[in-house]
């Protein structure tokens, strides 16, 4: 039987080291009929992030080898998805210079945790939605 989520909506790159965490929003992707990869630290997700192209990367600020913002740059300067959507998620609401980051790295959003699954599908969705011809 086939069904709207048999057809990828896009490719997303998940980079947590949590891996409780990462289950569950590459769960919540899936369900969302997206393709979904997952790396647990930096270094392995610029790897992906080189060699793939991806339309959507959602990784952690604190990771261990590169951090977030080491891995966000690393993707944006260099291979496959460097038009990515970029979505940065963090536990430090009050550390990050959240401005800093969406401009230097042309972030589309920044999540705190806990945040809702919800709300990070929805703004995927909306932000790789066509735009309605005029």
Do not use: N, W
């Amino acid at each position: 039987m086939m069904t709207e989520t048999m057809a990828s909506k896009g490719k997303v790159l998940v980079a947590e080291d949590d891996r409780a965490l990462a289950d569950i929003v590459r769960l919540a992707f899936t369900r969302a009929g997206y393709e979904v990869t997952v790396a647990h630290c930096g270094k392995m997700a610029l790897r992906a992030a080189h060699s793939t192209a991806y339309d959507v990367i959602v990784s952690d600020y604190q990771m261990p080898g590169l951090d977030g913002e080491q891995f966000l740059a690393g993707a944006r300067a260099a291979g496959q998805s460097q038009q990515a959507l970029l979505i940065l998620c963090s536990a430090k609401s009050y550390e990050l210079d959240s401005e800093r980051l969406r401009s230097e790295l042309g972030l589309a959003a920044i999540f705190y945790k806990p945040f809702s699954l919800g709300e990070l599908v929805r703004a995927v969705r909306d932000a790789l939605a066509p735009l309605p011809a005029t």
